[in-house]
């Protein structure tokens, strides 16, 4: 599974970013889709997950914040990230099949 992520960049505290997540690769049905983040001196950790049948999964520090969704047809996965804030700043990463992308980087700073 070859994952590539796109959308991350610099952003004011307050502000959104739109994160994609193309895969390819798959042999089987759908996988489970995560994004992890980690930032500077600290452990990688999950932020969001969708299963196959669309359900997700989110870390409690984006509840409310944070949407992912999927497209199985394209085997895409996106997270949209509303009212940043600066303790979102992180090399955000897809994963799925046990496979991770390169990561894109997010800064929320003003």
């Known amino acids: 599974v070859r994952l590539e992520e796109s959308g991350g960049g610099l952003v004011q505290p307050g502000g959104s970013l739109r994160l994609s997540c193309a895969a390819s690769?798959?042999?089987?049905?759908?996988?489970?889709m995560h994004w992890y983040r980690q930032a500077p001196g600290k452990e990688r950790a999950l932020v969001a997950s969708?299963?196959?049948?669309?359900?997700?999964y989110y870390a409690n520090s984006v509840k409310g914040r944070f949407t992912i969704s999927r497209d199985n047809a394209k085997n895409t996965v996106t997270l949209q990230m509303n009212s940043l804030k600066p303790e979102d700043t992180a090399v955000y990463y897809c994963?799925?099949?046990?496979?991770w992308g390169q990561g894109t980087q997010v800064t929320v700073s003003s």
């Open positions: 969708i299963s196959s049948d669309y359900r997700p």
């Open positions: 994963s799925a099949a046990d496979s």
């Open positions: 690769g798959f042999t089987s049905s759908p996988y489970a």
